[in-house]
């Protein structure tokens, strides 16, 4: 027994560990875009090429994975959805919107997924999954339509909340279509593969936004604030999820998803980039409804690994 407790313990911390790096980028990565300096694709770089070398790094203290041609193939795709889209999204979205918005929209992911299984896997949605989907969707468009009460700065608070939603969309795609594969290999050999794609289509396509940055302009804080984003939000946010998925049930860490939005809002609002208004409120407690509701469907509960 207190073997067991000691594994629960550990994926609890790692969860929250997770979740709170997550809900942390936000608020950093506005800080470091706050300049005008570092351009947000320039952070997707950052972000998609460092963590491609941790994991690289990584895997020569692991046991080493055969990956068949076929399935390099396919990892390149996921590569694509799963990282390059979702997460160029995320990082461009946060900067048109405010840091507790964008936390806000990733947690209707979880929703997309359920939606996605159903049309590509047939899976069946229940009345309490669709009205799950429903509530999310809703909380969603009120954040999408109406994000006036941003004063973060951000340009755009509804086409940021839309691109971060489009991010959470590509996510759920990539585990919809990639959920049984990304079973096979081990979360190092994964990532390696995954980030080493995205970095291989994206850094060639942001060439010109590479040469054109002041790199000479960048100070000391705003590269702490790209290495927090790089080394935490990316790279131990990802081994810490791998660890709680081995010690916590599947609905559990799925829960551990508030947490982001919660971290990001109330850092938004004590550095004075956001602050909340009744449509916001509104919002939030339909997307934590609907994502209840879907967390919650014992037909889920089943299907989640």
């Not at 359920?114 to 954040?143: D, H, N, R, S």
């Not at 979360?187 to 040469?211: C, D, E, H, R, Y």
Request: glycine share 10%; net charge positive.
């Amino acid at each position: 027994m207190k073997n067991i407790g000691d594994l629960n313990w550990r994926g609890h911390l790692a969860m929250l560990g997770a979740n709170v790096c997550w809900g942390l980028m936000s608020p950093v990565a506005k800080l470091v875009f706050a300049s005008g300096v570092i351009a947000p694709i320039i952070m997707v770089d950052f972000r998609i090429a460092g963590a491609a070398l941790l994991f690289w790094i990584t895997s020569l203290f692991t046991p080493r994975e055969h990956v068949p041609a076929m399935d390099k193939l396919r990892l390149f795709g996921a590569g694509m959805i799963g990282i390059l889209l979702n997460q160029g999204c995320f990082i461009i979205g946060v900067s048109y919107t405010s840091p507790g918005e964008a936390s806000l929209v990733t947690t209707t992911m979880p929703m997309w997924v359920m939606l996605l299984a159903w049309l590509f896997l047939k899976e069946p949605i229940t009345l309490k999954k669709a009205g799950g989907i429903a509530l999310g969707a809703g909380g969603a468009l009120i954040l999408v339509l109406g994000g006036k009460g941003t004063i973060s700065g951000g340009d755009n608070p509804a086409l940021g909340d839309f691109i971060v939603l489009v991010a959470q969309l590509s996510y759920a795609l990539y585990l919809t279509l990639y959920r049984n594969f990304i079973k096979k290999y081990s979360l190092v050999t994964l990532m390696k593969w995954m980030f080493l794609s995205a970095s291989i289509v994206g850094l060639p396509a942001t060439i010109g936004n590479i040469k054109s940055t002041e790199w000479s302009a960048i100070t000391v804080n705003e590269w702490l604030g790209i290495a927090y984003v790089v080394v935490m939000a990316t790279y131990v946010a990802y081994i810490c999820i791998m660890i709680g998925q081995k010690n916590l049930r599947p609905t559990i860490v799925g829960m551990y998803n508030y947490v982001q939005p919660i971290v990001a809002s109330i850092v938004g609002v004590i550095l004075g980039m956001d602050h909340f208004t009744f449509p916001k409120v509104i919002a939030v407690v339909l997307i934590f409804s609907g994502v209840y509701l879907v967390t919650m469907s014992k037909a889920a509960i089943a299907d989640r690994r």
